[in-house]
């Protein structure tokens, strides 16, 4: 019997998962899969992805599956798993970094003709494509952007996890130890298990505690001495919940007149989100390269006097 595999990435969560929701409906068994890349990770990122891919097992596990995890060149590792499993799709959501962008097309590559590549596009409220300015080149400001994305942006409902998730057996892959992601020593991570949760469950934990606190959230959250951030960042960045369902959450909360204020400025947050986005897929050499080319021979000044005075 053929399966379909999910290529977890920046994705891991199983509600409002457009691949996940699309793997289920093909009629294959399920196998869900993360390959661990080794691109440029923190130490920090990495604590926070071992505890996310824990979660996220840990929820496969409630619904009778697995995660399969990898290491290595994601389109090597998946073309392997596609053929041992006799997959007939892999099913991902993009990412518009140059590095996950090469990725896809590698995947392409090495699965062939033999098998279907099935993408979306849910990692943004608003896709590059459709926001650009009035002779159809890409904005290069934020506020603009800002004005002309929020305008279009109808992000959809949000969808629960699939009713019926039928899963593969397969005996393969890595324990989530051996990905070695956690800190040794030292141990310098106890305060971020003292401030964070990592996971689906604590993305929505997060966001339900903005009820109390979007109404100062315009006047506050630049306040270092407050806690009045939304600290949604990092379960964006993973994935734990989707752009559209904290959309959808903020836009609820800005209903009542005392929150709509603080909603409305955490929105466009969501949107500067969004920018990021944007620009890398619309100037994929902006990692490297100004995005003004007069910048690009930069005088550096180079005086060891001049610095020590300075300093």
Not at 245 to 257: E, I, N, P, S
Request: charged content about 25%; some cysteine; overall charge negative.
């Amino acid at each position: 019997m053929s399966t379909a595999i999910v290529w977890f990435r920046r994705n891991l969560r199983l509600s409002d998962n457009p691949a996940l929701e699309a793997a289920a409906n093909s009629g294959h068994p399920l196998l869900a899969v993360y390959v661990l890349d080794e691109l440029d990770q923190g130490g920090a990122s990495r604590w926070w992805l071992h505890h996310s891919l824990a979660a996220l097992t840990g929820d496969l596990r409630e619904h009778g599956g697995r995660l399969t995890l990898l290491k290595g060149e994601p389109s090597q590792e998946l073309a392997k798993l596609a053929r041992a499993s006799n997959a007939a799709a892999v099913y991902f959501q993009r990412r518009y970094e140059p590095q996950a962008k090469q990725q896809e097309e590698q995947l392409d590559d090495a699965l062939g003709d033999d098998l279907e590549l099935c993408a979306n596009d849910a990692a943004t409220l608003v896709h590059p494509t459709r926001v650009l300015t009035q002779s159809d080149t890409p904005y290069k400001v934020f506020t603009p952007f800002w004005r002309s994305a929020s305008e279009c942006a109808d992000p959809g409902k949000p969808q629960p996890v699939p009713a019926t998730l039928d899963f593969a057996e397969i005996d393969a892959g890595l324990t989530l130890d051996e990905l070695e992601l956690l800190p040794t020593k030292p141990d310098w991570a106890s305060g971020l298990r003292d401030t964070w949760s990592p996971g689906e469950d604590g993305a929505h934990a997060r966001l339900d505690l903005l009820e109390d606190t979007v109404g100062n959230y315009k006047q506050h959250r630049d306040r270092p001495d407050l806690d009045n951030t939304s600290r949604l960042s990092p379960h964006l960045h993973f994935g734990e919940i989707s752009p559209r369902q904290a959309w959808h959450a903020v836009h609820r909360m800005g209903m009542d007149a005392r929150s709509s204020t603080g909603a409305d400025a955490l929105l466009r947050q969501l949107f500067w989100r969004d920018f990021s986005s944007y620009m890398l897929f619309h100037f994929p050499d902006l990692p490297d390269t100004p995005l003004k080319p007069e910048f690009a021979k930069f005088p550096w000044a180079d005086d060891d006097n001049a610095l020590r005075a300075w300093q």
